[in-house]
T-cell receptor, first 114, second 112 residues
């Protein structure tokens, strides 16, 4: 069956360091992968989308890689700040394209310590 | 531009009552999705609608749950005869074409 795995344990990073979060998937051939941020009591907020033919995508302090051979995406936050503390979700399209049927991982809770 | 608006933010229902959750998508968005989230669990897809049509309801229980997105007005997720296991956060999201999802801040349903 299709499965998305993210680190279930909280990730503690010191302020100023780079935080790296992992998203592994099995039994998928997604056309694209998305990363969202979710704060307590709020809905997820879209951060980045990377397509299967892209190896890397950047936006300000954020960088996402997508390795379709390893079936893995890495999400990096450089020069991390306490305000980056949140839960980060990866999501794959399960329909081969389009926004319908996005499947989410359980998320990784990131804590940036001052 | 207003984002996705969900109401109520919190809803308490006794077992056996009906729960109605409302979602107004981003203006101009014609795709609406409903997700359910339990503590320590991921977002679980329930249903995908376009105006007046249900496109995919594969994640929604066959009984007691229904969803609509009328031509005018918000999308409604309706849960009849609620049970304690229905307690969760329900998130609505909208999009236009293949754009990423815009989420509301959810409705937290508590069944007592």
């Amino acid at each position: 069956s299709q499965k998305i795995e993210q680190n279930s344990e909280a990730l503690n990073i010191q302020e100023g360091k780079t935080a790296t979060l992992t998203c592994n998937y099995t039994n998928y051939s997604p056309a694209y992968l998305q990363w969202y941020r979710q704060d307590p009591g709020r809905g997820p907020v879209f951060l980045l989308l990377i397509r299967e033919n892209e190896k890397e995508k950047r936006k300000e302090r954020l960088k996402v890689t997508f390795d379709t051979t390893l079936k893995q995406s890495l999400f990096h936050i450089t020069a991390s700040q306490p305000a980056d503390s949140a839960t980060y979700l990866c999501a794959l399209d399960s329909s081969g394209g389009g926004a319908d049927g996005l499947t989410f991982g359980k998320g990784t809770h990131l804590i940036i310590q001052p | 531009n207003a984002g996705v608006m969900q109401n109520p933010r919190h809803l308490v229902r006794r077992r056996g009552q009906e729960a109605r959750l409302r979602c107004s998508p981003v203006k101009g968005h014609s795709h609406v999705y409903w997700y359910r989230q339990l503590p320590e669990e991921g977002l679980k897809f329930m249903v995908y609608l376009q105006k007046e049509n249900i496109i995919d309801e594969s994640g929604m229980p066959k009984e007691r749950f229904s969803a609509e997105f009328p031509k005018e007005g918000p999308s409604i997720l309706r849960i009849q005869q609620v049970v304690r296991g229905d307690s969760a956060a329900y998130f609505c999201a909208s999009s236009q074409d293949n754009s990423p999802l815009h989420f509301g801040n959810g409705t937290r349903l508590t069944v007592t």
